[in-house]
C-alpha cells in the first residue's frame, strides 16, 4: 500500500509559480504510474496531471501549457511545476499512485494530507 506525503504548498498571487513534492513510500516506486490531483471547496476531486513509468504526461485541459509533471525515481518524488497560477488552481492538492493507469480520485481509498495552494492578491 502507497503512503505518500505532498509538501510544496502555499499561497501566491495570480501568474505566481510554485512546485509541490510528493514522496512516495511501500511501493516500488519505478514500475508505478504517478499522478496529481486537487479537490477545492464544494468540488469533486480531480485528476490534474499525470505521467506513466515510461515518463510519458497527460493533462486536465485547464492546466495544459501551464503545470508540468515529472518524477524522479532516485527519490521516489513526484513534482508539479504550477506556472501562470490562476484563483481557479486555489485547491488541496493531493499525489498518487496505480500500478497501472491513474484512475478517477473515486477509485483510490488511500490518500495523503495533500498540501494547500492558495492563489489570491
Known amino acids: 500500500q502507497v503512503q505518500v506525503v505532498e509538501s510544496g504548498g502555499g499561497l501566491v498571487q495570480p501568474g505566481g509559480s510554485l512546485r509541490l513534492s510528493c514522496a512516495a513510500s511501500?511501493?516500488?516506486?519505478?514500475?508505478?504510474?504517478l499522478g496529481w490531483y486537487r479537490q477545492a471547496p464544494g468540488k469533486q476531486r480531480e485528476l490534474v496531471a499525470a505521467i506513466t513509468t515510461g515518463g510519458r504526461t497527460n493533462y486536465v485541459d485547464s492546466v495544459k501549457g501551464r503545470f508540468t509533471i515529472s518524477r524522479d525515481n532516485a527519490k521516489n518524488t513526484v513534482y508539479l511545476q504550477m506556472n501562470s497560477l490562476k484563483p481557479e488552481d486555489t485547491a488541496v492538492y493531493y499525489c498518487n499512485a496505480d500500478r497501472y493507469v491513474m484512475e478517477p480520485a473515486m477509485a483510490y481509498e488511500n490518500w495523503g494530507q495533500g498540501t494547500q495552494v492558495t492563489v489570491s492578491s
Open positions: 511501500g511501493i516500488i516506486f519505478r514500475i508505478y504510474a
